[in-house]
């Protein structure tokens, strides 16, 4: 640690990051690196890493990108849980030790960088976005979908994903099936055929209540636990399966996709723009 920084007045304390390394092409095993981190208030783990790459070790790898909670991309298994590290302050872990490995279940591509090709293989299996029988209004719209609010409200919150990640990483049966399709992908899937403007189940339901599906899921909850976002996965799995339980007794409600809202021709009341209002205040004259 340079001098400049242990006497900068901000800092509250010196926390020990320990930081999982790993480079495919040296062909060596994964090991942890410490590092001594000078810490101010409202530090986040995504920041300390930043300070060991400045004024550290250049090397060390991670992804990250909006810094806010939004992306997704800064997903990592800080201090043996889930977490998104821009999202959590130093402070906040409440010990003087940090130790940061990339997400479980994924293959590591370098250091902190975990492979999520196989969470958007995935997502994409489950087809996530809507599918009419009216492809031609889709392709060429002539006006919108409606939907009512609570129509919306029915699936919204699950339209709240980030792709994150971190659900697949804290699910005991993705560690444990390769083939699960996890319950991001699964939340997605949900989601869609949640929407009263969607009519894709039949085209979804291979995948989304195959041996793989829905019914692989054990109901730890740890997904909805460590989700950044509160979309709470666990709960969409379980809608899922009621309503194919529905469905298998000939209880579900046969859905008919929302109608296409006649063209909005004039955004102004009346047709034209109102006249702005009288000045209150006469402007001074020179």
Not at 145 to 164: D, P
Request: proline share 8%; glycine share 8%; aromatic share 8%.
């Amino acid at each position: 640690m340079n001098k400049s920084a242990t006497q900068d007045p901000s800092i509250i304390k010196t926390v020990q990051f320990e930081v999982l390394r790993y480079n495919p092409e040296g062909n060596e095993a994964p090991r942890l690196q410490n590092y001594s981190v000078p810490v101010i208030r409202g530090m986040t783990v995504l920041d300390g890493l930043n300070w060991i790459k400045e004024h550290l070790d250049s090397s060390l790898s991670w992804r990250s990108s909006c810094r806010m909670g939004i992306c997704g991309s800064c997903g990592m298994f800080i201090n043996g849980l889930p977490r998104l590290a821009c999202n959590n302050q130093i402070v906040h872990l409440h010990s003087d030790r940090v130790t940061v490995k990339p997400l479980p279940n994924y293959d590591i591509i370098r250091d902190l960088v975990p492979d999520l090709e196989g969470l958007f293989e995935k997502h994409r299996s489950v087809k996530p976005y809507l599918i009419r029988k009216d492809t031609e209004e889709q392709e060429k719209p002539t006006g919108e979908f409606f939907q009512s609010q609570q129509e919306l409200l029915n699936y919204i919150q699950f339209a709240y994903c980030i792709k994150c990640g971190l659900c697949m990483s804290a699910c005991p049966t993705v560690a444990t099936s390769e083939n699960y399709a996890g319950p991001q992908p699964l939340t997605a899937g949900w989601r869609y055929c949640a929407d009263s403007r969607d009519e894709g189940l039949q085209e979804r339901q291979e995948v989304l209540y195959s041996s793989y599906g829905v019914y692989r899921c054990h109901f730890a909850g740890a997904c909805s636990q460590v989700c950044p976002k509160g979309v709470d996965p666990a709960l969409a799995i379980q809608l899922l399966k009621k309503d194919a339980f529905l469905r298998s007794f000939g209880f579900g409600k046969k859905k008919k996709a929302g109608p296409v809202l006649p063209p909005v021709r004039d955004w102004t009341p009346g047709g034209k723009i109102p006249e702005a209002p009288a000045k209150t205040v006469p402007r001074k004259t020179e």
